[in-house]
C-alpha cells in the first residue's frame, strides 16, 4: 500500500534531486551558452575561463539527473511510464543534445590544441547546451500545462505532438535556457581573477537577468490559457503572494548585487531565486506528479520500497555530502586558471 | 521493422554501446592506480607517464560512459515503459545505489584527473582508489537489476501486479551473485588483455620501450588472474542458468530433445524448424556432465516448451560458443603468461608470447559482447522471465525506427572519434622528449 507521508517525502526529495541538477548542472549549460556567444577583444580567454570552471565538475553535477530519474521511477512508476510515453520526442531529443554536450566538451579537452578542431567541438559544445535546456523546460511546460496525459485514439499529432508543442511550453523553455545562463554567468564572475573577463561576466549576467523576466512574463502571459492549474495555484492560493514577493525580491537583488559588484550576494540571491522558482512550481502542482488526474499518492510505490529509498537516500548523503563538498573545495577554491597561468600571474 | 523489433535494436545497441565504456570504466583504473603506486614506490618517470595516460583515456572514455547510460536510465521508460511501472518499484534499489555510485565515481574522476597539482600525493592516489572501487560497484547493482529479469524475486503476483514488495529479496536473487561476479572478471579481463595486447603490439616493433613494457607488465597483472577465473565462473553461471532458466540453457547448448546422457555440441548451426543442429562435434554426456556434475542427468530440452516461448535459438548457441572459445584461449594466454613468469623469463621480450596477446586484443569485448546476446536474448520473448513479455513492455509509440537509427548513427559517430582520440593521445609511444627514453633492467621490472 502507498503512504500518503512517505510519498511526500520522496516527492520532496525528488524535487530537491531536480534543483540540485539545475543549479549546478544548469550552470554548466548555461557556460556553454555564453562559449557560443563569447565575443569582444577577450573571446578566447572567456571560453578559456567557463571551460576550466566546468571541466572537474560536470560529470558529478550531471548525475542529480539520474538520481531525479531513478527516484522518479522507483517511486513514481506510473508517472515515469506515462511522461516517458507522451514527451518521448522532447525526451529523446534532449538526450542527444546531452549526449553530445558531454562528448563534445571532452574531445574538446582532449583533441589537439590545433585551432580548427577546437573551434569545431566547441561549437558543438556550445549548439548542444542549447539544446538541452530548452527541451527540458518544454517537457516540464508541457508537464504543469497538465496535458501529459495519455489518449489511446487520435492520431500520431495528437497524442504524441500536441502535448508539448505549445507556446506556453516553448516560453517555459526559453524560460529555462534564461534561468541557465544567469546562474553561469553569475558564477563566472567569481572564477576569474582578470578584472576585465569579471566585468564581461557581469555585463552578461546583467543581460541574462533581464532575459529572465522577460520570458517570466511571456510565460505568465500565456498561463491562463497554457497551464490553467499553474495559473490558479500561482494566483489562488494563500502561500502565493509571499512566495511571489520573494522570488520578485531575490530576481531584484540579483541585478542589484551585479549592479554594485558584489558578486558574492549575486551568487546568493540567484540561488534563491532559482529554488523560488521550483519551488512555486512545485508548489502549484501539488498534490500531482502529473497533473490533471495524477496525484503522488495514486502514483507511489508500495511501501516498503518509499521507506527503503529515504533511508538508501539518506545513508547516501552522509557519504556523498562530505565528497561534494571535497570537490567544490578543491576546484572552487579559488579561480579555476591553469596552474601554468597562475604561477606566471603571480 | 516492426515497432517492437526497433525498440529491441534501440535496447540492445544503446546497452552493447555502453558496456564496452562501462567496462573500461571499471578496469582502467585499477590500471592507473597501480601504475600511480609504483611512481610514488620507485619514482620511475614511465610509471607515472602511463598513470597519467591512462587516466585521460579514462576521462575520454568515462565522459561517453556517462553520457550513454543517461540516454539507457531514460530508454528504460521511453521503450519500456510497461515494464518500468511493473518492476520498478523492485529493481529501483540497485538503481538508486548505483545512483550514488556514480556519483562517488564522478567526483573521484574529477579530483583525480584535475587535482594532481592540487592535493597530495596520497589524497590523490586515494582518489584513485575511490574511482577504482565505485566503478566496480555502479556495475554490481546494474548488474543486480539484470539478475532480477532473469530470476524475479521479492514480490507477489496480483492481477498482473507486483504486490508484497520486497526490494531486498529482489536484489537478493538466484542470479545475482554469479552474473555480478562473472561481469566483474569480465571487466578486468576485457580491459587488461585490450591494454596488453595493445603494448605487446608495440613491442614487436620496438622491443626495448620501458613504457610499453611497464604498461604490459602492469596490464597481465590485473587481467591475468581474472582470465584463469573466468572459466571456473562461467561454468557456474552455466549451472545457475540450468537451474533457473532451463530453455535458456537449452537455446545455449541448442538441445532440443529431453533426455539422459545429453551430448555438449561443438560447433553447428540449429535448425529451429526440423530441430536438429548442422554440422557439431557431439561430446556424449558432456551437457549432462557440466550442467549438473552428473554424465547421466537429465537435461531438459526445448520440446519441454511451447514454441511460442523459444528465443531464437541460432543466435544464442553461436554467441556461447564464441564466448567459450574466446575465453578459453585467454585463459590459456594468462595461464602462458604464468609460466613464463614461474620461469623467470621476460614476457616482453618472448615474441610468440607478444603475437599471441597482440591478437587477443578485442577478444574479452567480443566475449562480453557475445555474454551479453546470450543472457538478453536467451531471456527473450520474457522482459522479466515467466511474468512480463517484452511484447507487452513495449511503448505504444509508433515509429520507433527513427529514434533507432538516429541513435545508432549519434553512436558510430562518437565511435569512430573515440577511437581516433584514443590512438593519439593515448597509445601512440611518446615522444623521447616526453620522458627520459632509458631501458630498464627486466629485473627492476618485477620488482
Ligand atoms: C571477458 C569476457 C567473458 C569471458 C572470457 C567469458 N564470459 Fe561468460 N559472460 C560474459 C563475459 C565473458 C558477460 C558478458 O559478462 C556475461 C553476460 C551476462 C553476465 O552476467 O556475464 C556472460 C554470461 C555467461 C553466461 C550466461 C549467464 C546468464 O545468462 O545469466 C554463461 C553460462 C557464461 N557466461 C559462461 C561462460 C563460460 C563457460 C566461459 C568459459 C570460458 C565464459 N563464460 C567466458
Ligand atoms: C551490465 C551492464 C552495465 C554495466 C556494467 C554498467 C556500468 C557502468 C559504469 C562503470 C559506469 C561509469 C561510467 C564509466 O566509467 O564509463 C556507468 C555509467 C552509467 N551507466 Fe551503466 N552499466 C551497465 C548498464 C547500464 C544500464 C542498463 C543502465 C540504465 C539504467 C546504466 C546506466 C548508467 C548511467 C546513468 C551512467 C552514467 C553515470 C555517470 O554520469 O557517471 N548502465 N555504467
Ligand atoms: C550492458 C550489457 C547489456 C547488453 C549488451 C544487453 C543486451 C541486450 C539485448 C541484446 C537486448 C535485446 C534482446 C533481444 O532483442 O532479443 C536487450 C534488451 C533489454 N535489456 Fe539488456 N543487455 C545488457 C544489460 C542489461 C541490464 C544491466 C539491464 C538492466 C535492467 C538490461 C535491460 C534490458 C531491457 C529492459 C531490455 C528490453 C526488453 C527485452 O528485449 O528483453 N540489460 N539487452
Known amino acids: ?104 566538451f571532452v574531445f574538446r579537452s582532449y583533441d589537439t590544441a590545433e585551432d580548427r578542431a577546437q573551434r569545431r567541438w566547441g561549437r558543438l559544445f556550445a549548439i548542444a547546451s542549447l539544446l538541452t535546456p530548452l527541451l527540458l523546460g518544454i517537457s516540464i511546460g508541457a508537464l504543469v500545462s497538465g496535458r501529459v ?135 502549484s502542482q501539488y498534490p500531482y506528479v502529473i497533473p490533471p488526474d495524477l496525484t503522488i499518492e495514486a502514483a507511489a510505490a508500495p511501501r516498503a520500497t518509499l521507506r527503503l529509498t529515504i533511508i538508501v537516500l539518506l545513508a547516501g548523503a552522509v557519504v556523498l555530502l562530505p565528497s561534494l563538498i571535497y570537490l567544490f573545495r578543491v576546484f572552487k577554491s579559488g579561480p579555476a586558471d591553469r596552474p601554468e597561468q597562475r604561477a606566471q600571474g603571480g | ?137 555502479s556495475g554490481i547493482f546494474v548488474v543486480i537489476a539484470n539478475a532480477w529479469m532473469n530470476s524475479p524475486t521479492g514480490f507477489d503476483l496480483v492481477d498482473g501486479a507486483a504486490v508484497n514488495v520486497d526490494p531486498i529479496a529482489g536484489m537478493l536473487n538466484p542470479m545475482a551473485f554469479q552474473q555480478t561476479l562473472h561481469m566483474t572478471l569480465a571487466a578486468y579481463v576485457a580491459t587488461g588483455f585490450a591494454v596488453a595486447g595493445i603494448h605487446a603490439f608495440l613491442l614487436l616493433f620496438d622491443p626495448e620501450n620501458a613504457f610499453h613494457r611497464r604498461a604490459l607488465a602492469i596490464a597481465l597483472l590485473v587481467g591475468a588472474p581474472a582470465a584463469v577465473l573466468q572459466p571456473l565462473s562461467g561454468h557456474h553461471s552455466a549451472q545457475v542458468v540450468a537451474e533457473y532458466q532451463p530453455a535458456k540453457l537449452a537455446s545455449m547448448e541448442a538441445h532440443f530433445e529431453t533426455g539422459p546422457r545429453a551430448p555438449l555440441l561443438l560447433g553447428g548451426w540449429p535448425d529451429m524448424d526440423a530441430k536438429v543442429v548442422h554440422y557439431a562435434v557431439p561430446i556424449p554426456g558432456g551437457l549432462s556432465f557440466l550442467a549438473f556434475n552428473d554424465p547421466d542427468a537429465v537435461v531438459k530440452g526445448l520440446d519441454r516448451f511451447p ?16 564466448m567459450v572459445a574466446l575465453g578459453t584461449y585467454i585463459a590459456l594466454i594468462a595461464l602462458w603468461g604464468a609460466w613464463l613468469a614461474f620461469r623467470r623469463q621476460d614476457h616482453a621480450s618472448h615474441r610468440w608470447f607478444l603475437r599471441a596477446l597482440a591478437l587477443a586484443t578485442p577478444m574479452g569485448f567480443i566475449a562480453i559482447e557475445a555474454g551479453w546476446t546470450v543472457t538478453e536474448v536467451g531471456r527473450q520473448p520474457w522482459v522479466v522471465y515467466g511474468i512480463l513479455r517484452t511484447a507487452d513492455a513495449v511503448t505504444p509509440m509508433p515509429g520507433l525506427i527513427v529514434p533507432f537509427l538516429g541513435f545508432t548513427l549519434l553512436y558510430c559517430f562518437l565511435g569512430v572519434i573515440v577511437v581516433w582520440l584514443l590512438y593519439h593521445q593515448i597509445i601512440r609511444s611518446p615522444r623521447p622528449t616526453e620522458w627520459s627514453r632509458r631501458y630498464s633492467p627486466v629485473r627492476a621490472d618485477r620488482a
Not at chain 1, 540540485?20 to 573571446?43: H, I
Not at chain 1, 497524442?159 to 526559453?174: C, E, K, Q, Y
Not at chain 1, 581573477?193 to 502571459?221: I, K, W, Y
Not at chain 1, 514577493?245 to 551568487?267: D, E, K, P, S
Request: net charge neutral.
Open chain 1, 149 to 283: 496525459v495519455e489518449l489511446d485514439h487520435g492520431d500520431f499529432v495528437a497524442r504524441f505532438v500536441d502535448p508539448w508543442f505549445t507556446p506556453f511550453s516553448i516560453a517555459v523553455g526559453l524560460l529555462t535556457l534564461a534561468v541557465f545562463a544567469l546562474l553561469a554567468a553569475v558564477f563566472l564572475t567569481l572564477e576569474t581573477t582578470d578584472p576585465e573577463l569579471v566585468e564581461d561576466f557581469r555585463r552578461r549576467a546583467l543581460l541574462a537577468g533581464v532575459s529572465v523576466f522577460a520570458t517570466a512574463f511571456f510565460a505568465l502571459v500565456l498561463a491562463p490559457g497554457g497551464a490553467p492549474l499553474l495559473h490558479q495555484g500561482l494566483l489562488a492560493s494563500t502561500w502565493a503572494m509571499p512566495f511571489h514577493v520573494l522570488t520578485g525580491l531575490a530576481a531584484i537583488g540579483v541585478l542589484a548585487a551585479l549592479w554594485l559588484r558584489i558578486y558574492r550576494l549575486a551568487r546568493l540571491a540567484v540561488g534563491v531565486q532559482v529554488l523560488c522558482i521550483i519551488g512555486g512550481w512545485a508548489l
Open chain 2, 1 to 137: 521493422m516492426s515497432d517492437l523489433l526497433a525498440a529491441r535494436s534501440q535496447m540492445a545497441m544503446s546497452l552493447g554501446f555502453h558496456i564496452l565504456f562501462a567496462v573500461v570504466g571499471i578496469g582502467l583504473p585499477a590500471l592507473m592506480v597501480v601504475a600511480e603506486r609504483r611512481w610514488q614506490k620507485t619514482g620511475d618517470p614511465v610509471y607515472l607517464e602511463l598513470a597519467k595516460r591512462w587516466s585521460k583515456g579514462a576521462a575520454i572514455l568515462f565522459a561517453v560512459g556517462a553520457v550513454s547510460g543517461t540516454v539507457l536510465s531514460f530508454e528504460l521508460g521511453l521503450l519500456w515503459p510497461g515494464f518500468m511501472k511493473f518492476a520498478g518499484p523492485v529493481i529501483g534499489m540497485p538503481f538508486s545505489l548505483e545512483g550514488f555510485a556514480f556519483f562517488t565515481e564522478a567526483i573521484f574522476l574529477g579530483v583525480y584527473l584535475y587535482g594532481w597539482e592540487r592535493i597530495s600525493r596520497r589524497a590523490h592516489l586515494l582518489a584513485g582508489v575511490m574511482v577504482a572501487v565505485s566503478g566496480a560497484a
Open chain 2, 307 to 322: 514454441r511460442r516461448d523459444w528465443p531464437y535459438v541460432p543466435a544464442i548457441h553461436f554467441s556461447f560458443q564464441l
Open chain 1, 1 to 104: 500500500m502507498p503512504d500518503p507521508t512517505l510519498a511526500n517525502i520522496v516527492a520532496l526529495l525528488l524535487t530537491a534531486a531536480l534543483a540540485a541538477y539545475v543549479l549546478f548542472a544548469g550552470a554548466d549549460f548555461g557556460g556553454g551558452v555564453w562559449d557560443l556567444l563569447a565575443s569582444g577583444p577577450r573571446k578566447a580567454r572567456q571560453r578559456e575561463v567557463i571551460a576550466h570552471s566546468i571541466a572537474p565538475i560536470w560529470e558529478a553535477n550531471h548525475v542529480w539527473l539520474i538520481l531525479a530519474v531513478v527516484l522518479l521511477f522507483t517511486c513514481f512508476p506510473a508517472a515515469f511510464a506515462r511522461l516517458c510515453i507522451v514527451l518521448h520526442i522532447p525526451l529523446s531529443l534532449m538526450l542527444v543534445g546531452i549526449v553530445l554536450r558531454g562528448s563534445a
